[in-house]
């Protein structure tokens, strides 16, 4: 036979609250309505939670359903009693109640919907450390204590925290209590009877401490009470209010007590939060520095050479790209014209991307062949990175007073030669990806690719990163090789910054928008004297 509990002993149980059972008991509007759809027809119409059995008078009725997590309800269509004038016969009646409920339930789900989008958008404020912050953390919480127990008339209280390995708890802060009490050591969780009853829940009541020595009431005072600290996901320890006389807490003053823990528990989250969201900030503004730093090496103005004209870009799904593109003059007045992209997403890759770019641009101002500058960039780099990533390049050199154009490519770039007369032709084969040997890490030794093409006035060369090929509709087919032709049979003999512009275009047509990854594209084109 279970034993009775003791009168000076009471636990609380914390109920969600009831789900919104009607639209009618929100909306006098609906009562009305269904109070002249009686006077109109002389039926009468409705409302009724649906755990409700229906009466014997129901010839008709329906289930509401608002939204989830909402009670559902059924509207109801019952005979008229014996005296009631019918204007309408029984058929022709219940269609009218049934787009009478049709619309009540539009009803019911608006309001629902709104209720759920406003606690969402309540949610959304941005939490941000006021200019003029009232008081340390520490402040904060003594108040919190203070303003609650003084609402039920205790005269201490104490917030216990569990610790990362939730085995102790550990006072971090009281009122009215010494504050040497924050030196004490640590509760153990196990043998704390009266917390793990509340952290179960439970707001636990002891109108006598003295009466009920195994709950282990961590301070000496004659009656307490205990409730959980937590947030909807963590529970963080308890909250405890002592009293020097014998108090029994109404339903009202415990309710207050959780109350008071709620409050300790958004101030504890605050506080992370805004120490995360100090940070997020901090990272946000590096990152918008990284991104238009990168944004800044890429070449705006054409190079100032006579009878070759050239264009590029490059999209970034995000802030920091992983490809890019360039082109710059040498010092043997030569025109040096490059792309490439590194495997990833992540910072790393940016930078890798960044450290390609900029080994290209320095090996490019001396007299090597386009092998040799892939080459002495695949030693820069990867001989100094600890944990090398593959990636795929391509340069172009041509004489500004020239028609031919020597090319080297690693794996995973699309080259195309566009004939003045609009027909093309791919160049190149498909070689390996630009990564370090196995054999030798530094040895230099890629699979390349090499080609010297002649362009007559009016061919161009059109050279793209493997995300172009790949970027995907909504349906998942991809653009391809069939989608690139169809874009340059769209152009004429047109600047090269009109053909770059038509792949775009085409391209985020297909996509529906900016295409994933880091699609880009180089063109170089031979003008008409």
Excluded at 481 to 505: H, Q, Y
Aim: net charge negative; with cysteine; proline share 6%.
């Amino acid at each position: 036979m279970p034993k009775p509990t003791p009168p000076y002993l009471r636990l609380h149980r914390e109920e969600l609250p009831e789900s919104l059972t009607s639209v009618a008991a929100q909306s006098s509007k609906v009562n009305e309505a269904c109070a002249r759809f009686g006077a109109a027809t002389g039926w009468n119409l409705r409302i009724v939670a649906d755990a409700e059995a229906p009466p014997d008078d129901v010839v008709w009725s329906t289930r509401i359903a608002p939204g989830p997590g909402a009670a559902t309800m059924r509207v109801e269509l019952a005979a008229p009693s014996s005296a009631a004038a019918v204007a309408f016969d029984a058929a022709s009646t219940i269609a009218l109640a049934e787009a009478t409920a049709v619309l009540i339930e539009e009803l019911a789900r608006t309001r629902h919907a709104l209720w759920q989008r406003e606690a969402e958008l309540a949610a959304g404020v941005p939490v941000a450390p006021h200019a003029d912050e009232r008081g340390h953390l520490a402040e904060r919480l003594e108040a919190i204590l203070r303003g609650g127990a003084e609402a039920v008339g205790y005269e201490a209280a104490a917030l216990y925290m569990l610790d990362a390995a939730t085995t102790e708890l550990k006072l971090r802060s009281c009122w009215g209590m010494p504050k040497s009490k924050l030196l004490d050591e640590p509760r153990d969780l196990p043998t704390a009877v009266a917390d793990l009853e509340a952290l179960c829940g439970n707001a636990v009541v002891l109108d006598d401490v003295a009466s009920l020595p195994h709950w282990n009431v961590p301070e000496k005072y004659v009656s307490a009470v205990c409730v959980p600290v937590s947030s909807p996901t963590n529970l963080l320890g308890t909250v405890w209010m002592f009293s020097n006389e014998s108090r029994d807490l109404s339903d009202e003053e415990t309710n207050i007590v959780e109350i008071v823990a709620g409050r300790l528990a958004a101030e504890l989250e605050r506080e992370v939060i805004l120490g995360e969201s100090t940070g997020s900030v901090e990272l946000r503004r590096q990152v918008d520095l990284a991104a238009q730093w990168q944004a800044d090496q890429l070449p705006q103005i054409q190079p100032l050479v006579e009878g070759w004209d050239v264009a590029g870009w490059a999209d970034h799904e995000r802030d920091l790209g992983t490809a890019f593109f360039d082109w710059f003059a040498t010092r043997t007045d030569r025109v040096c014209c490059t792309m490439g992209q590194v495997a990833g997403d992540d910072f790393a890759a940016a930078m890798a991307a960044a450290s390609l770019q900029t080994s290209l641009r320095a090996h490019g101002g001396y007299e090597h062949g386009p092998i040799s500058q892939l080459e002495m960039a695949h030693q820069s780099v990867w001989a100094s990175s600890a944990s090398p990533r593959s990636a795929t390049l391509f340069v172009a050199q041509f004489d500004a007073r020239g028609h031919e154009i020597d090319l080297a490519a690693t794996s995973d770039v699309y080259i195309l030669l566009l004939g003045s007369d609009g027909r093309y032709r791919a160049l190149l084969s498909a070689p390996t990806p630009l990564e370090p040997s196995q054999a030798d890490q530094f040895d230099g030794g890629l699979t390349l690719v090499s080609d010297v093409s002649r362009l007559e006035p009016g061919d161009r060369l059109l050279v793209v990163n493997r995300d172009v090929l790949l970027a995907e509709d909504a349906d998942g087919r991809r653009w391809g090789p069939d989608g690139l032709s169809g874009a340059l049979s769209t152009v004429g003999d047109s600047p090269s910054v009109f053909l770059a512009n038509a792949v775009r275009s085409q391209l985020e047509q297909h996509c529906g928008g900016p295409p994933r990854g880091n699609p880009t594209l180089l063109v170089i084109r031979r003008q008409n004297f």
